[in-house]
C-alpha cells in the first residue's frame, strides 16, 4: 500500500536524468527492462517480455481495495486507515475487501500474517499496534473461528513469549530451535576459527573515550583519520588485482546519530571544519601535492539518510550511497561517444536509526556510532549495517559526559562478547489505562465499522440511535475483550508477567470507556442531525465523531473519540507558522 488513490501515484518523466517518481519500482522483475507507467500498470519496455501488457502489482489503496491481491505489503502505519476507509457503495473506498468482505466479495480472510523487524513494535507503537492487532485478529478469523497464523521475525529479542502474547495473545514457537550443539542448529551454525576454535566475525568493534575533547572534536579527527586511510590504502595497493574492489567496499564512512539535532550539528560543520582537519592530517602524513590530495584531501561530500529527508528524496538518496567507487568514475571519461560526469559516492554518510532498518548496501563497511543509543537492540541492528559480505568495523566513540557511555566503554569487551544477552526486555502495554484513552477509540472505529453494516459508511455515524443496536454494538466490541481475558486468566500461573497483562481491574476499565463513548455517540446521533464520522474541512459543515489528535484541547477532553489516521502521532506535535511581513 503506497499512496492512498491513482492521483497520489503520479508519474514524473525522468528525461532530466533523475529518478523523480515516488513509487519505487524502475525495472522489471523479471527481464530487467525499463518500466513505463501506462494508464496506472507498470508495463516492461521490452516488447519481447511476458509483462509488456503490465506487471500484475497494484499501487494506490484505491486500486487495491477494488482488486484485493493475493499477497499485500504494508507497513503498520496503514492499519489506522482501516478505521476511516469502509463504504457499501464505492469499493476502491472500502478496506472490509481486504479481509473478503465488501460489495460483491464474499471470500477467506487472509490467513497468514508476517510480520518483519518485530523488536520496533515497543513502547508507545507497540501498545497502539497491539489494539488493532485485536482488530485484525477478529477480522481475520473465519466463520468457523479459525484464527490466521502469524510469523514473526527479528534478530532482537528478548521476553519474546510476552512481547508475542501481547501483540497478538498466542503462544510462542521460536525457529530454528536449538540443535544438539548450542551453536548449530542444522538451519545456520556459528562459524568459528580453525586454529584456535574461536567464533569468528567479519565485524569488528572498536571503542573510543575521548578524555579532554569534546565529542565533536573527536569525531573530526576521527572521520580525518578514516578518510586519510583510504589514501595511504591506494599508495600501498594500487597495482593490485582487487584494489577497486576493495577501495569501493571502505570509500564511504557511515556516522551514526542518536538524534536528528546531531545530524544537524554536524553537517552544519562537514563542509568547512571536517575539511580543515582532513587537510592538516592529510599534509602531515603524505604531503604529496599531486593529484592524490586533490582526490583525497580536496572537497568531501556527503549523504543523509535520515527522518528530514521527503519521501521523493529517499530514493534519491540510496542510488547516490549505492553507487559504486571505480577509478574511471573519479574524472569525467568517454563512454563510447558521449562524455560522462565523474560520479563518485559520497565520503561521508550522516545517518540516524532510520538505516537500522532494511538497509542493506554491501559498499558499507565502516561506521562510527556517536555515542551509544538508547537500547542495545537499536546498536546491534545499526552496527550490523557493516559487514554483509566482507570484513567492517565498527568504531563506537563514547561520549565521556554521558555516565551511560563511560560504562559501556569501561565493559566494553565484556559487553560486546555477549552483546545480544543485554537487550533490554520490552514493555507493551495495550490494555493500561493511559492507552486504551489514546487508542482504544481507534480499534473501535476499525472493528464498529467493518463489522456492522447499518454503521459502516463515512455518514452512517447518524444511525447510533437505538439501544438495540447500541447493546450490540457494546456486545461486539466487548466480547473480544472479554474472551481475552478469560485466556488470559487461565494462563499457567509460572506466567505472572503474562497474566497481568489484562486484569479484571483494567478489563473493568475499558467496559466503563466503552459505555461511555457509546453514550457519548449516541448522545450526538440524537440531538444533531446528519452526524458523519470524519470532519470534511472544505465541504459544509456536518457535525462530526471522529477528533484529530491533533484537535484543540478542550475538544479533545470532552470526546472519547480522538481516532487518529496515522499510527505515526503517538505522540502530538504543534505546528507552527511564521507569518513573514
Ligand atoms: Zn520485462
Given at each position: 500500500?503506497?499512496?492512498?488513490?491513482?492521483?497520489?501515484?503520479?508519474?514524473?518523466?525522468?528525461?532530466?536524468?533523475?529518478?523523480?517518481?515516488?513509487?519505487?519500482?524502475?525495472?522489471?522483475?523479471?527481464?530487467?527492462?525499463?518500466?513505463?507507467?501506462?494508464?496506472?500498470?507498470?508495463?516492461?519496455?521490452n516488447?519481447d517480455?511476458?509483462?509488456e501488457?503490465?506487471?500484475?502489482?497494484?499501487?494506490?489503496?484505491?486500486?487495491?481495495?477494488?482488486?484485493?491481491?493475493?499477497?499485500?505489503f504494508?507497513?503498520?502505519?496503514?492499519?489506522?486507515?482501516?478505521?476511516?476507509?469502509?463504504?457499501?457503495?464505492?469499493?476502491g473506498?472500502?478496506s472490509?475487501?481486504?479481509?473478503?468482505?465488501?460489495?460483491?466479495?464474499?471470500?477467506?480472510?487472509?490467513?497468514?500474517?508476517?510480520?518483519?523487524?518485530?523488536?520496533?513494535?515497543?513502547?508507545?507503537?507497540?501498545?497502539?499496534?497491539?489494539?488493532?492487532?485485536?482488530?485484525?485478529?477478529?477480522?481475520?478469523?473465519?466463520?468457523?473461528?479459525?484464527?490466521?497464523?502469524?510469523?514473526?521475525?527479528?534478530?532482537?529479542?528478548?521476553?519474546?513469549?510476552?512481547?508475542?502474547?501481547?501483540?497478538?495473545?498466542?503462544?510462542?514457537?521460536?525457529?530454528?530451535k536449538?540443535?544438539?550443539?548450542?551453536?548449530?542448529?542444522?538451519?545456520?551454525?556459528?562459524?568459528?576459527?580453525?586454529?584456535?576454535n574461536?567464533?569468528?566475525?567479519?565485524?569488528?568493534?572498536?571503542?573510543?573515550?575521548?578524555?579532554?575533547?569534546?565529542?565533536?572534536?573527536?569525531?573530526?579527527r576521527l572521520?580525518a583519520?578514516?578518510f586519510?586511510h583510504?589514501?595511504l590504502?591506494?599508495i600501498?595497493?594500487?597495482?593490485?588485482?582487487?584494489?577497486?574492489k576493495v577501495?569501493?567496499?571502505?570509500?564511504?564512512?557511515?556516522?551514526?546519530?542518536?538524534?536528528?539535532?546531531?545530524?544537524?550539528?554536524?553537517?552544519?560543520?562537514?563542509?568547512?571544519?571536517y575539511?580543515?582537519?582532513?587537510?592538516?592530517?592529510?599534509?602531515?602524513v603524505?604531503?604529496n601535492?599531486?593529484?592524490?590530495?586533490?582526490?583525497?584531501?580536496?572537497?568531501?561530500?556527503?549523504?543523509?539518510?535520515?527522518?528530514?529527508l521527503?519521501?521523493?528524496?529517499?530514493?534519491?538518496?540510496?542510488?547516490?550511497?549505492?553507487?559504486?567507487?571505480?577509478?574511471?568514475?573519479?574524472?569525467?571519461?568517454?563512454?563510447?561517444?558521449?562524455?560522462?560526469?565523474?560520479?563518485?559516492?559520497?565520503?561521508?554518510?550522516?545517518?540516524?536509526n532510520?538505516?537500522?532498518?532494511?538497509?542493506?548496501?554491501?559498499?558499507?563497511?565502516t561506521?562510527?556510532?556517536?555515542?551509544?543509543?538508547?537500547?542495545?537492540?537499536?546498536?546491534?541492528?545499526?552496527?550490523?549495517?557493516?559487514?554483509?559480505?566482507?570484513?567492517?568495523?565498527?568504531?563506537?566513540?563514547h561520549?565521556?559526559?554521558?555516565?551511560?557511555?563511560?560504562?559501556?566503554?569501561?565493559?566494553?569487551?565484556?559487553?560486546?562478547e555477549?552483546?545480544?544477552?543485554?537487550?533490554?526486555?520490552?514493555?507493551?502495554?495495550?490494555?493500561?489505562k493511559?492507552?486504551?484513552?489514546?487508542?482504544?477509540?481507534?480499534?473501535?472505529?476499525?472493528?464498529?465499522?467493518?463489522s456492522?453494516?447499518?454503521?459502516?459508511?463515512?455518514?452512517?455515524?447518524?444511525?447510533?440511535?437505538?439501544?438495540?443496536?447500541?447493546?450490540n454494538?457494546?456486545?461486539?466490541?466487548?466480547?473480544?475483550?472479554?474472551n481475552?481475558?478469560?485466556?488470559?486468566?487461565?494462563?499457567?500461573?509460572?506466567?505472572?508477567?503474562?497474566?497481568?497483562?489484562?486484569?479484571?481491574?483494567?478489563?473493568?476499565?475499558?467496559?466503563?470507556?466503552?459505555?461511555?463513548?457509546?453514550?457519548?455517540?449516541?448522545?450526538?446521533?440524537?440531538?444533531?442531525?446528519?452526524?458523519v464520522?470524519?470532519?470534511?474541512?472544505?465541504?459544509?459543515?456536518?457535525?462530526?465523531l471522529?477528533?484529530?489528535?491533533?484537535?484543540?484541547?478542550?475538544?479533545r477532553?470532552?470526546?472519547?473519540?480522538?481516532?487518529?489516521?496515522?499510527?505515526?502521532?503517538?505522540?502530538?506535535?504543534?505546528?507552527?507558522?511564521?507569518?513573514?511581513?
Amino acid at each position: 500500500m503506497w499512496q492512498n488513490s491513482f492521483k497520489d501515484t503520479s508519474w514524473t518523466d525522468r528525461n532530466d536524468g533523475e529518478n523523480n517518481t515516488k513509487i519505487p519500482l524502475d525495472r522489471c522483475p523479471w527481464c530487467g527492462g525499463r518500466l513505463e507507467y501506462v494508464d496506472n500498470a507498470f508495463c516492461c519496455s521490452n516488447d519481447d517480455c511476458t509483462f509488456e501488457e503490465g506487471l500484475p502489482v497494484r499501487l494506490c489503496d484505491e486500486d487495491i481495495y477494488n482488486y484485493p491481491p493475493t499477497l499485500l505489503f504494508g507497513t503498520v502505519d496503514k492499519f489506522a486507515s482501516i478505521a476511516h476507509k469502509v463504504s457499501t457503495t464505492k469499493m476502491g473506498d472500502d478496506s472490509r475487501r481486504l479481509f473478503g468482505k465488501g460489495k460483491n466479495l464474499n471470500v477467506l480472510p487472509p490467513d497468514l500474517i508476517i510480520q518483519d523487524e518485530l523488536h520496533l513494535l515497543i513502547g508507545p507503537l507497540g501498545s497502539a499496534v497491539s489494539l488493532f492487532e485485536c482488530a485484525i485478529d477478529q477480522l481475520c478469523t473465519r466463520d468457523d473461528g479459525t484464527r490466521p497464523k502469524i510469523i514473526s521475525s527479528t534478530a532482537t529479542t528478548r521476553n519474546t513469549d510476552l512481547q508475542i502474547r501481547t501483540l497478538y495473545d498466542r503462544n510462542l514457537n521460536i525457529f530454528p530451535k536449538n540443535g544438539i550443539d548450542y551453536d548449530d542448529s542444522f538451519f545456520a551454525f556459528y562459524r568459528r576459527t580453525e586454529n584456535n576454535n574461536h567464533f569468528e566475525s567479519k565485524r569488528k568493534y572498536i571503542g573510543i573515550m575521548p578524555t579532554g575533547r569534546t565529542q565533536m572534536t573527536t569525531q573530526m579527527r576521527l572521520s580525518a583519520i578514516l578518510f586519510v586511510h583510504r589514501a595511504l590504502f591506494e599508495i600501498g595497493h594500487q597495482d593490485e588485482k582487487d584494489f577497486e574492489k576493495v577501495a569501493d567496499n571502505y570509500y564511504s564512512i557511515i556516522s551514526y546519530f542518536n538524534s536528528l539535532k546531531e545530524v544537524g550539528k554536524t553537517d552544519a560543520l562537514f563542509y568547512i571544519e571536517y575539511v580543515k582537519y582532513l587537510r592538516r592530517l592529510y599534509k602531515r602524513v603524505l604531503r604529496n601535492g599531486d593529484l592524490m590530495e586533490c582526490y583525497y584531501a580536496g572537497e568531501l561530500t556527503e549523504s543523509e539518510i535520515s527522518g528530514r529527508l521527503s519521501a521523493s528524496d529517499v530514493n534519491k538518496t540510496f542510488t547516490e550511497v549505492a553507487t559504486h567507487w571505480t577509478l574511471k568514475n573519479r574524472l569525467p571519461h568517454k563512454e563510447g561517444e558521449k562524455w560522462v560526469r565523474a560520479i563518485l559516492p559520497p565520503d561521508y554518510i550522516l545517518a540516524t536509526n532510520m538505516i537500522s532498518v532494511g538497509l542493506d548496501v554491501s559498499r558499507f563497511n565502516t561506521i562510527i556510532m556517536n555515542s551509544m543509543p538508547r537500547n542495545i537492540a537499536e546498536y546491534i541492528q545499526a552496527s550490523s549495517r557493516v559487514a554483509r559480505n566482507v570484513h567492517g568495523l565498527v568504531i563506537t566513540s563514547h561520549n565521556p559526559f554521558r555516565s551511560r557511555d563511560v560504562s559501556h566503554f569501561e565493559k566494553f569487551r565484556e559487553f560486546h562478547e555477549k552483546l545480544y544477552y543485554y537487550v533490554e526486555p520490552i514493555s507493551i502495554t495495550p490494555f493500561s489505562k493511559k492507552s486504551v484513552e489514546k487508542y482504544f477509540s481507534l480499534y473501535m472505529a476499525a472493528l464498529i465499522r467493518h463489522s456492522f453494516k447499518e454503521l459502516a459508511d463515512g455518514n452512517s455515524a447518524k444511525n447510533l440511535t437505538t439501544d438495540e443496536l447500541k447493546k450490540n454494538v457494546h456486545d461486539k466490541v466487548m466480547a473480544y475483550i472479554y474472551n481475552r481475558y478469560s485466556r488470559t486468566m487461565n494462563l499457567p500461573v509460572e506466567l505472572e508477567l503474562q497474566k497481568g497483562l489484562l486484569t479484571e481491574d483494567l478489563k473493568n476499565n475499558i467496559e466503563a470507556f466503552v459505555d461511555d463513548a457509546l453514550d457519548q455517540w449516541e448522545t450526538i446521533a440524537k440531538t444533531t442531525i446528519d452526524l458523519v464520522y470524519k470532519a470534511a474541512p472544505f465541504r459544509g459543515k456536518k457535525p462530526y465523531l471522529f477528533i484529530a489528535p491533533d484537535a484543540y484541547d478542550d475538544e479533545r477532553e470532552q470526546s472519547s473519540w480522538t481516532v487518529p489516521t496515522s499510527l505515526r502521532i503517538v505522540e502530538p506535535e504543534a505546528v507552527l507558522h511564521v507569518k513573514v511581513k
